[in-house]
């Protein structure tokens, strides 16, 4: 990926027949084209990477949304779905020649069923808000990405998203029921269903995580859980990352899903003890954090046997929180970890990869090797429990190439990922940022079974286009050979 989006000259002709087709049923002060009303929509949370989107239309109900996209259709005008803008792959970057349709404004939740444990909401709705509306009820929301606070259930859906939570409780698509989605052409689409399986193609799957390419999500029927009776979280710190990394393998080794186990490495650790206080050694090359939640007898239970692991994986320091106040700010830390990397360096970029859990230490020594290659501080922090890294590049985008070769570090983490048997996406998504490295991973035949999905969808091409799915033409000017499985079955590839 080219570290700048090339600005598109802005085809004014074109801009003003697009907004006028939208402000036909439109309020005008919710279809924006002024460069200083589109401007703070030219980025998401990957914020490298910018562009102007050429209209933003904001609209305040379902069938506003569904009357956009027909125009769009009808004038073959690219359509960029945007929820809180949060997303770290690029997903909601805008194009110069496309309209940015916000779903901002759609935020109300629209029905709570506490017999069915569900509720009803729009995709504007923030996920902790969730969570806090059927709080009374003594009942949560379980996917709670660290972002919670500001992202919307509408892009968890199109990222499939996951958090601290989702070892045991599963990602977004494991836990919401039905979705209402509109196509480029306005057809409204209800799928999925109240039961746990539903007739004919499984859509509610292949919409989640598909990147606002396939549809316009408008409603979302989300799972709901009752709040566990007590949770306790272990905060253990080792002189070694290997033996975390060996902690974590012995803890799901031994049969125990704890709610949460999440691992950090010096550098994340000291940004965040800085920032947040949460309690956490400084003097530790990694911590982990393992959380039991259930009755009172089963948490003892559980926290007792993740003690006597971590002691016997060699932990060197074992702190069990022994209040709810304490357990929070254990969280916290970890949750506050991108922020906290923010504090120490003017940008840094937010990798997203999976590997198999014991490839852990060997994939941090790859880390560190390629922090020196290109000299560029690397933290790490990883939901360690399902493998899922993020790596975070500390880099200055004001110093000439330093972006560039801190796409090329990240780069190489990807496809050394996908070596060692794992993915190039978590949870985050792939968006703009991990286009080319589809290449890497996934073979011609298979790239051809996706765009043969979009174009069922999206026969022009109109929704996010040029996200997520790579052309086989961009991925021959990419110029690298497809991966796919780990060295494990091919132990002569090459070692990087
Ligand atoms: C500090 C920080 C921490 C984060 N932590 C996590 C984490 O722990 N786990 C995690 O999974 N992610 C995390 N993220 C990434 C991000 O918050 C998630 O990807 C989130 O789901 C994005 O939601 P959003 O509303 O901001 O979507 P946006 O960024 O606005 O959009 C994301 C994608 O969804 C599409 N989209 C949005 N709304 C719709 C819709 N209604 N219909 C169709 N397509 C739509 C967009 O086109 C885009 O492709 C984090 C981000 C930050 C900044």
Redesign the pocket.
């Given at each position: 990926m080219s570290s700048v989006v090339e600005p598109a000259p802005v085809d004014f002709q074109r801009q003003k027949e697009v907004a006028a087709a939208l402000r036909a049923f439109m309020p005008k002060a919710a279809v924006l084209f002024d460069r200083e009303d589109v401007q703070p929509y030219e980025c998401?949370?990957l914020s490298a990477y910018r562009q102007v989107p050429m209209v933003v239309a904001l609209p305040e109900n379902e069938d506003q949304v569904r009357q956009i996209l027909e125009v769009c259709h009808a004038l073959r005008v690219p359509v960029?779905?945007?929820?809180?803008?949060?997303?770290?792959?690029g997903?909601?970057l805008p194009l110069g020649n496309g309209v940015l349709l916000s779903?901002a404004k759609l935020m109300r939740i629209l029905e709570i069923d506490p017999a069915a444990r569900t509720a009803r909401v729009q995709?504007?709705v923030r996920?902790l808000a969730i969570s806090e509306a059927v709080a009374p009820l003594g009942l949560y929301y379980a996917p709670?990405?660290?972002?919670q606070i500001?992202?919307?259930i509408?892009?968890?859906?199109?990222?499939n998203?996951?958090?601290?939570h989702c070892l045991k409780y599963g990602l977004t698509v494991h836990n919401i029921l039905k979705l209402r989605?509109i196509t480029i052409e306005g057809e409204i689409m209800e799928i999925g269903g109240d039961g746990l399986d539903s007739a004919g193609f499984d859509l509610l799957a292949l919409l989640t995580g598909?990147?606002?390419?396939l549809?316009?999500?408008?409603e979302v029927t989300v799972k709901l859980l009752p709040r566990p009776e007590c949770a306790q979280v272990v905060m253990a710190a080792f002189d070694d990352v290997e033996k975390a990394g060996a902690a974590v393998a012995n803890i799901i080794g031994a049969g125990i899903i704890p709610a949460g186990l999440e691992m950090m490495d010096q550098a994340a650790t000291l940004a965040v003890e800085h920032f947040v206080h949460a309690g956490y050694p400084t003097d530790v090359a990694s911590i982990l954090l393992c959380e039991s939640d259930g009755t009172a007898e089963e948490v003892d239970d559980e926290i007792r046997r993740v003690e006597s692991i971590m002691e016997a994986s060699g932990a060197i320091l074992i702190r069990v929180s022994t209040s709810d106040a304490e357990r929070l700010r254990f969280w916290a830390g970890r949750k506050a970890a991108?922020?906290a990397v923010g504090r120490i360096s003017p940008d840094y970029y937010?990798m997203d990869g999976t590997i198999p859990r014991r490839r852990l230490a060997e994939v941090l020594r790859k880390i560190a090797d390629l922090e020196v290659k290109y000299g560029l501080r690397c933290a790490n922090v990883f939901?360690a429990g399902d493998g899922n890294l993020h790596p975070l590049i500390l880099y200055d985008a004001n110093k000439p190439g330093e972006l560039e070769r801190t796409e090329a570090f990240g780069g190489e983490i990807l496809e050394f990922s996908i070596r060692v048997g794992g993915t190039i996406t978590g949870?985050?998504?792939v968006?703009i940022e991990k286009v080319n490295h589809m290449c890497v991973q996934f073979r011609p035949a298979e790239l051809a079974a996706f765009h043969g999905v979009k174009r069922a969808f999206d026969e022009h091409g109109l929704l996010?286009p040029g996200?997520a799915v790579p052309t086989l033409q961009r991925c021959a000017e990419f110029g690298r050979a497809h991966i796919h499985v780990g060295r494990e079955k091919f132990p002569d590839l090459p070692r990087f």
């Open positions: 998401d949370g960029i779905a945007r929820g809180a803008g949060t997303g770290l792959s997903g909601a779903l995709p504007g996920n709670d990405p660290s972002s500001a992202c919307s509408g892009g968890n859906v199109a990222e998203s996951g958090g601290v989605a598909s990147e606002g390419m549809a316009v999500v408008t991108f922020p937010c939901h949870e985050h998504g968006g996010n996200k």
